[in-house]
C-alpha cells in the first residue's frame, strides 16, 4: 500500500507493478551480462596486463546498480531543489563516503565504480583495443574533473533537470575519451578513482601506511591530487566563511569568484607541495592532504546522512509522511565526538606525514 503512491506525478496511471517488474529485469540482465564479460575476461573485467583496470564482477554490479539507482531518483523526484536530495547524496555524501572509507580500507572505488563497469559492456567480451597510457593528459583530466566537482559541490545549487544532465554529461564524457585513448584514462583521469587510489595508499593493511608511501615509484600524480584536495577543503572554509556571506550578497556573479578562489587555492598549495617537498619526498602531500579531506567531510558526511534518511522515506516527494526517521534526525547538531574527530584526523595527517618526511629523507 505504502508503495502504491510512491510514483511520480507523471506515472501515476502506469501500474506499479509493471514498474517495478522492469526495474528488476533491468537489474538481472545487466548482472547476467556482467558476469558474461567478467568470464570472458577471465574474471575481473580487465584489460590484459593492466591491473589498475581490474574490477571484480560483483563490484561492478553494485556500482553499475548504484549508478543507474540514482539517475532514476533525480529523474523523477521532485522538480524543487531542495526536495530532491540526488545532487546532495552525489557532490556530498558520495564523496566524503569514498574519502573515509579510502583511507581506512584502501582503494574502494576502483572495486565499484559505475564508470568502469560501463567501459567493459562497451568493450564487450573481446577486451576492446589495447590500453593506451594517457600520461600528461590523464593529469589535466583529473585537475578539471577535481575542480568540476569542488565547484559543483561548494558553489553550484543545480535544479533537478541540470543536476541530471551534468551527471549524464559527466559520466558520457569520460567514457567518450576512454574509447578513444584506451580504458586506462577511468583509472587515471577520472576524479573519484585518483582520489581513492592516492588516499588508498594510506590503509594499515599490507605493511602500513608509511612503508608504502617510501615505496611510491613517482609520486608527482599523487601530488597532484593531495593538492587539489587540500586547495578544495581551503575554498570550503572560505565559503562557510561570514565574509563569503556578505560578498556573495554584494557580487554579481558569486560562482564565478568562487571559482577564482578555487582555482587559486588549488594552484598555490600545488606550487608550495611541489616547491618545499620536491619530487623526492612528495609522497608526504598524502597523508597531509588526508587529514585536510578527513577534517572536511566527517561532519559533511554526519549532516547529509541524516538528510538521506529523511529523503529515503520518501524519494520521490510523492508526500508518504513515513515516520520511520521520527527523532533519528538532528542535522542542526553535529556532535563535540564529530569535532574531536576532525582535529585528530587533521593532526594525524600532519604527523604522519613529518613522519613519512623523515623516512624519505634518510
Known amino acids: 500500500m505504502i508503495l502504491a503512491h510512491a510514483l511520480p506525478e507523471g506515472l501515476q496511471t502506469f501500474p506499479l507493478l509493471w514498474v517495478l517488474i522492469g526495474l528488476a529485469g533491468s537489474h538481472v540482465g545487466l548482472a547476467a551480462l556482467l558476469d558474461r564479460r567478467g568470464r570472458a575476461d577471465g574474471g575481473h573485467g580487465a584489460v590484459e596486463g593492466d591491473r589498475a583496470l581490474r574490477q571484480p564482477v560483483g563490484g561492478g554490479r553494485v556500482?553499475?546498480?548504484?549508478?543507474?539507482?540514482?539517475?532514476?531518483?533525480?529523474?523523477?523526484?521532485?522538480p524543487v531543489a531542495a526536495r530532491n536530495y540526488a545532487d546532495v547524496m552525489v557532490l556530498g555524501l558520495l564523496w566524503g563516503t569514498v574519502v573515509l572509507c579510502s583511507v581506512v580500507a584502501g582503494d574502494v572505488w576502483s572495486r565499484i565504480d559505475p564508470l568502469a563497469a560501463l567501459d567493459r559492456l562497451r568493450r564487450g567480451p573481446a577486451g576492446g583495443p589495447p590500453v593506451v597510457r594517457p600520461?600528461?593528459?590523464?593529469?589535466?583530466?583529473?585537475?578539471?574533473?577535481?575542480?568540476?566537482?569542488?565547484?559543483?559541490q561548494l558553489l553550484w545549487q543545480p535544479g533537478r533537470d541540470a543536476f541530471l544532465v551534468a551527471l549524464l554529461g559527466y559520466a558520457a564524457g569520460h567514457l567518450t575519451v576512454a574509447a578513444r585513448v584506451g580504458s586506462g584514462w577511468l583509472a587515471r583521469g577520472e576524479a573519484l578513482r585518483r582520489t581513492s587510489a592516492t588516499l588508498g595508499l594510506l590503509t594499515v593493511?599490507?605493511?602500513?601506511?608509511?612503508?608504502?608511501?617510501?615505496?611510491?615509484?613517482?609520486?608527482?600524480g599523487h601530488v597532484?591530487?593531495?593538492?587539489?584536495?587540500?586547495?578544495?577543503?581551503?575554498?570550503d572554509l572560505v565559503v562557510e566563511s561570514a565574509v563569503w556571506a556578505d560578498l556573495r550578497l554584494t557580487t554579481a556573479a558569486p560562482g564565478l569568484v568562487g571559482l577564482g578562489v578555487l582555482v587559486g587555492a588549488c594552484a598555490l598549495v600545488a606550487?608550495?607541495?611541489?616547491?618545499?617537498?620536491?619530487?623526492?619526498?612528495?609522497?608526504?602531500?598524502?597523508?597531509?592532504?588526508?587529514?585536510w579531506a578527513v577534517a572536511q567531510y566527517v561532519p559533511r558526511v554526519w549532516v547529509q546522512a541524516q538528510g538521506a534518511l529523511v529523503w529515503l522515506a520518501d524519494p520521490?516527494?510523492?508526500?508518504?509522511?513515513?515516520?520511520?526517521?521520527?527523532?533519528?534526525?538532528?542535522?542542526?547538531?553535529?556532535?563535540v565526538a564529530v569535532t574531536v574527530l576532525q582535529v585528530v584526523a587533521f593532526l594525524a595527517g600532519h604527523v604522519l606525514a613529518a613522519h613519512t618526511l623523515r623516512r624519505l629523507a634518510a
Open 205 to 220: 593493511r599490507q605493511g602500513g601506511p608509511v612503508g608504502r608511501l617510501v615505496g611510491v615509484p613517482s609520486p608527482e
Open 135 to 152: 600520461g600528461r593528459t590523464a593529469e589535466a583530466g583529473v585537475v578539471v574533473s577535481m575542480l568540476a566537482w569542488a565547484w559543483a
Open 224 to 235: 597532484t591530487v593531495a593538492a587539489l584536495l587540500i586547495g578544495w577543503a581551503l575554498t
Open 271 to 291: 606550487v608550495l607541495l611541489r616547491t618545499v617537498l620536491g619530487p623526492r619526498l612528495g609522497a608526504a602531500a598524502v597523508p597531509l592532504a588526508a587529514g
Open 316 to 335: 520521490l516527494d510523492v508526500g508518504l509522511g513515513l515516520p520511520v526517521t521520527d527523532g533519528l534526525v538532528d542535522a542542526a547538531a553535529v556532535p
Open 63 to 78: 556500482g553499475l546498480g548504484g549508478f543507474v539507482v540514482v539517475v532514476l531518483l533525480a529523474a523523477f523526484g521532485s
